[in-house]
């Protein structure tokens, strides 16, 4: 989510106008994160790798599924939705756009998403 900042900012013209083009690397895009967790605690399935298989059993505490969606609890069990895929990069539009503080550079963009949970 913290690269789909970046590159969110990367593309505002206003926000162009004032950085420094940064350099960065995009190496991989891999699956929806959250198919592991959800396919333990829907069915009961751990990934086939020993070390993914540990990584979900260990995590797992720290999830819930509730109407089908994801949810991360955080240190004051507040639920954070979890997200991925188009859902990021619309949140963090929105968040970017003005909804939450207007023109934000990555970083702050990336912080004030997750502290909006």
């Known amino acids: ?3 789909d900042a970046v590159e969110l900012q990367g593309k505002c013209t206003k926000c162009r106008e ?3 083009v940064k ?3 995009f190496i991989e895009e891999a699956g929806d994160w959250r198919q592991p967790y959800l396919d333990f605690f829907e069915h009961k399935l751990l990934p086939s790798n020993r070390n993914d298989a540990l990584k ?3 995590k797992s505490t720290r999830f819930f599924i509730e109407d089908g969606l994801l949810f991360r609890r955080r240190l004051n069990q507040a639920p954070l939705r979890c997200i991925a895929g188009d859902e990021v990069t619309t949140v963090l539009k929105e ?3 003005g909804d939450c503080g207007e023109h934000q550079g990555g970083s702050r963009l990336f912080k004030k998403v997750l ?3």
């Open 1 to 3: 989510m913290k690269h």
């Open 18 to 20: 004032c950085l420094d």
């Open 23 to 25: 350099e960065a690397l």
């Open 56 to 58: 979900v059993q260990k």
């Open 95 to 97: 968040v970017h756009s």
């Open 115 to 117: 502290q909006l949970g």
